[in-house]
C-alpha cells in the first residue's frame, strides 16, 4: 500500500467532475460564518422561551418552528465543516472549521435543551385544545406524541438533572474499553504470504484473516486472541459496568428490561428482536450447509474458524472503472422505474460524488448532507467490485435523503437507525441480482454469490449471534448474575457451536471473541443490521417479482423520512417487521443461494 498511496494526486490534481460540489452549499467561508453567526445569536434569543413552551398554543407553535430553523442553520454548518475536513484532514484551517461548527452545535444544544422537559409538563387536555386553536401545530402532533409517549419514563426535573450530571461518569466503562482495545492493547509479529514481519492490529487483522496462505490465518487468528485472553478478566469488568449502568437506567426510567428501555427510544417492540432470533434459529441448517460447502471448495480436512474469511473463489479479478460502474449501477437498479433512475442520475451528474482518494481524505464511505444540501456522497473509489457496491450502497442512503428531504418538513427529514440500511442495502440485493443474470462464466457466478453469502453470513447470522449473546447476558445480570470473564467465554463458546454446526471446529480462542466487538458497549444496537439487511433483500424480491406496485410502496416508503415510526413506516413499504416473514422470506433466499453454490463447485 506504501508505494500505491504515492501515486495518488494531490485533490487540486482531480477532475472537478470526480468531485463533490460544496460551493452550492457556501461558496466561501465568510458566507459560512454568517450562517454560524446567525445561528448561535437566534439560539441566545431562544432562551426568551424558557419556562413559556406550555403558555399558549401560539408561543408553542412559534417555539417548535423557530427551534426548527436554528437546527436546519446549525446542522448545514456543521455538515459543510465536516465535509470541508473529510477532504483533506491534514489541512489546518479545516480543522479549525470543523471545530467551531461542533463547538457551536454543542451551544445550540445547550440553549434548546429546556423544550422537551416543558412540552412533558403540558396535561394532555391543554394539547388537544391547541390543536384546535392552531391548525399549523397538528404538523407538530408525531413529534409531540413521541415525546408523550415516554412521560411516563421521564422522572423529576431534579432527577433528570443528577442523571444527566451523571452522564460523563456513566460513560466511563466504554472509554476505557476504548482506550485499551484501540490504544493500549498490543498484539504480535507473525509472518505474511511474502515472509515479511507485520504486526497484527485492529486493522489488519481481517485482511490478514482473508490470507490464502492458511498459515497466515492461523498466526493471525491466535496471536490476536492469545492476546486478549492476557486482558480478559479487565474486558469482563469494562462490560460489566456497561452493562450495570443501561440496567440502572432502565430501572429508575421504569421500564421492564434493559431491552425494552434501548427499544422503546424508536418504539420498537420487544417482539421483533426475539422473532429475529427465532427466525434465524429455525434456519441454521441453511447456514451449516454453507460451511459444508466452504469446507469443500477449501478442500480442507477441517474447518476452522480462521477459515471463515478467506474467499472460496480465487484468482477472480473484476476492474471496473468508476464510468463502467456508474452505468452497472443504473442498470442493476432499473426495476426501480424513472422517479428513483432520475434521481441516482441527478447524483451522478450534479456532483454528489467525492470519488477518489487522495492524500489527507478521509477513508472509508458515507453518505453525508444536510437537509439544504445536496446528499452527499464520500467513496474512495479502486475500480473494485467492492467499490461499485459501496457507490451503490450509498447512493441508495442518498436517495432515501434526497426523497425524504423533498417530501417532508425539517422535523420529519431524516430517519432512524433501524430503517437506515434498508435503502442501501436494497440497491445491493437489486445490482447484486443483476450482475447473477449476466454472469455466464462458472468463477464469476461463483465469486458473486460467495461475496452475497458472505453478506448474509456477517450481518444476518453473525449480527444475530452477537444480539443473542446480548440478550443473555443482560438477563443474566437482571437476575441478579455476576459477569465473569469464564461465564461470557463460555456463553460465546457455545453460541458459535449453535450458529456454525458441526462442519466447523469452533476453537476455544474464539470463546474470548466478545473482548473485541465495540457494538457490545451500545446497548442493544446490532440486531437492527440484521433486521434492516432482511427487511432490504425482502423488499428487494418484491420489487422484481411484482413490479410497479411494489416500487410505488417502496419510493413511498423512501418519502415518508421519520413521519411516522420506523415499524409503520416500512409497513408502507410491504415489510412488517413485527413478523416472522421478512427474515424468514430473506433467510430462504440464502439457502436458494447456498443450493447454487453446492451445485457449482
Do not use: C
Request: proline share 3%; no cysteine; aromatic share 12%.
Amino acid at each position: 500500500m506504501a508505494n500505491e498511496r504515492k501515486v495518488f494526486k494531490e485533490r487540486k490534481d482531480i477532475p472537478m467532475e470526480y468531485t463533490w460540489d460544496l460551493q452550492s452549499m457556501y461558496k466561501d467561508k465568510k458566507e459560512w460564518e454568517e450562517d454560524l453567526k446567525v445561528a448561535l445569536k437566534k439560539a441566545d434569543e431562544y432562551l426568551n422561551y424558557k419556562g413559556r413552551i406550555g403558555e399558549s398554543s401560539e408561543i408553542l407553535l412559534n417555539a417548535l418552528k423557530d427551534r426548527d430553523e436554528i437546527y436546519r442553520l446549525i446542522s448545514k454548518v456543521y455538515s459543510y465543516a465536516s465535509m470541508k475536513l473529510d477532504e483533506d484532514t491534514r489541512i489546518g484551517e479545516n480543522q479549525a472549521l470543523a471545530d467551531k461548527a461542533l463547538g457551536a452545535y454543542v451551544q445550540v444544544e445547550e440553549k434548546t435543551s429546556f423544550v422537551v422537559p416543558e412540552i412533558l409538563q403540558i396535561d394532555e387536555e391543554t394539547l388537544k385544545s391547541y390543536y384546535e386553536e392552531k391548525e399549523e401545530l397538528k404538523l407538530y402532533r408525531h413529534h409531540l406524541d413521541d415525546i408523550l409517549r415516554q412521560k411516563a419514563h421521564v422522572l423529576s426535573v431534579r432527577e433528570e438533572n443528577l442523571l444527566a450530571q451523571m452522564g460523563e461518569i456513566a460513560n466511563v466503562p466504554q472509554q476505557i474499553y476504548s482506550m485499551l482495545n484501540n490504544a493500549d492493547i498490543k498484539f504480535p509479529t507473525i509472518e505474511d504470504e511474502e515472509g515479511n514481519e507485520v504486526e497484527i492490529t485492529q486493522g489488519n487483522f481481517i485482511p490478514l484473516m482473508e490470507s490464502k496462505d492458511r498459515k497466515v490465518r492461523k498466526a493471525a487468528f491466535e496471536g490476536l486472541y492469545h492476546t486478549y485472553e492476557g486482558f480478559k478478566n479487565t474486558y469482563a469488568q469494562t462490560l460489566s459496568g456497561n452493562i450495570k449502568k443501561n440496567i440502572f437506567n432502565a430501572r429508575v426510567r421504569n421500564y421492564n428490561s434493559s431491552m425494552e428501555a434501548s427499544l422503546d427510544r424508536n418504539n420498537i417492540p420487544v417482539s421483533v428482536y426475539e422473532n429475529l432470533i427465532k427466525s434465524v434459529h429455525n434456519n441454521l441448517d441453511s447456514m451449516y450447509k454453507y460451511m459444508d460447502v466452504r469446507k469443500r471448495a477449501l478442500g480442507v480436512d477441517e474447518l476452522h474458524m480462521y477459515d471463515l474469511y478467506t474467499p472460496i473463489v480465487k484468482d477472480i479479478e473484476f476492474n471496473i472503472p468508476y464510468k463502467e460502474g456508474k452505468q452497472l449501477i443504473l442498470e442493476g437498479l432499473h426495476p426501480l422505474k424513472d422517479e428513483y433512475l432520475n434521481v441516482v442520475k441527478e447524483g451522478f451528474e450534479n456532483r454528489w460524488i467525492d470519488v477518489y482518494e487522495n492524500p489527507g481524505k478521509r477513508s472509508g464511505a458515507y453518505s453525508g448532507g444536510a437537509y439544504d444540501s445536496k446528499p452527499y456522497i464520500l467513496t474512495n473509489y479502486h475500480n473494485t467490485l467492492d467499490s461499485v457496491f459501496t457507490v451503490a450502497h450509498e447512493m441508495g442512503h442518498s436517495v432515501h435523503s434526497y426523497f425524504s428531504r423533498k417530501n417532508q418538513p425539517f422535523i420529519y427529514g431524516g430517519y432512524s437507525i433501524f430503517v437506515a440500511e434498508v435503502a442501501s442495502t436494497a440497491n445491493e440485493a437489486l445490482l447484486l441480482d443483476h450482475m447473477l443474470k449476466k454472469a455466464d462464466d462458472k468463477g464469476n457466478r461463483l465469486y458473486l454469490l460467495n461475496h452475497y453469502l458472505e453478506q448474509f453470513r456477517t450481518t444476518v447470522y453473525r449480527q444475530t449471534m452477537f444480539a443473542e449473546f446480548e440478550k443473555i447476558i443482560y438477563e443474566y445480570v437482571e437476575k441478579g448474575g455476576s459477569l465473569t470473564a469464564d461465564y461470557l467465554s463460555d456463553i460465546y463458546k457455545k453460541l458459535n457451536e449453535k450458529y456454525y454446526g458441526p462442519d466447523v471446529v469452533i476453537d476455544d480462542e474464539i470463546a474470548i471473541e466478545w473482548a473485541r466487538i465495540p457494538h457490545f458497549y451500545y446497548n442493544y444496537y446490532v440486531f437492527q443490521y440484521a433486521t434492516g439487511f432482511s427487511a432490504a433483500v425482502s423488499l428487494a424480491q418484491q420489487i422484481l417479482e411484482e413490479g410497479d406496485s411494489a416500487v410505488e410502496r417502496y419510493i413511498n416508503f423512501l418519502k415518508s423520512g421519520s413521519s411516522d415510526y420506523p415499524i409503520n413506516v416500512l409497513k408502507t413499504a410491504g415489510v412488517d417487521m413485527t413478523t416472522v416473514e421478512p427474515v424468514d422470506n430473506a433467510l430462504k433466499l440464502f439457502a436458494q443461494l447456498v443450493d447454487e453454490m453446492d451445485r457449482l463447485i
